[in-house]
């Protein structure tokens, strides 16, 4: 019998009820406020940079919206919409700017540099 051994990911649930799988060190995005036009607009100023950073989502970002207004509130958060990465709070009251949000999410795009994925073989010539 075979025992699935993830690796660095976790099974989540979505809103619609189906489940996903996330890596660990997707970066955790969340944007608060009512699903208003505003709340729209900033999802989509998100989308815009992670797909200029060429960030996947579901593999480098775990995306997530908070609509229930209790929820918004007990979070600290009194004007929306809101975004938090990774915890902490970015903007609140505001649709952030594309050249901000590619700031806070620049970070977590930058990969190793290739020289260090294949370091260089040693030189056995003068041996």
Same mark, same amino acid.
Do not use: M
């Given at each position: 019998m075979e025992t699935a051994?993830? !690796?660095? %990911?976790?099974?989540?649930?979505t809103n619609s009820g189906t489940r996903k799988t996330v890596h660990e060190e997707a970066v955790q995005v969340e944007i608060l406020g009512p699903g208003n036009a505003v709340s729209r607009m900033t999802a989509q100023v998100l989308d815009a940079a992670m797909r200029d950073l060429g960030l996947v989502p579901e593999q480098d970002i775990r995306l997530d919206f908070v609509r229930d207004a209790l929820k918004i509130a007990a979070s600290g958060v009194y004007w929306t919409p809101a975004v938090r990465v990774?915890?902490?709070? %970015?903007?609140?009251? $505001?649709?952030?700017?594309? %050249? +901000?949000? $590619?700031?806070? !999410?620049?970070?977590?795009?930058? %990969?190793?540099?290739?020289?260090? !994925?294949?370091?260089?073989?040693?030189?056995? +010539?003068?041996?």
């Open positions: 051994i993830p !690796l660095s %990911k976790t099974d989540v649930a990774n915890g902490a709070l %970015k903007c609140t009251g $505001r649709v952030p700017s594309f %050249k +901000e949000v $590619r700031n806070w !999410l620049q970070q977590f795009a930058q %990969k190793p540099p290739a020289d260090s !994925l294949h370091p260089t073989e040693p030189n056995w +010539e003068g041996a």
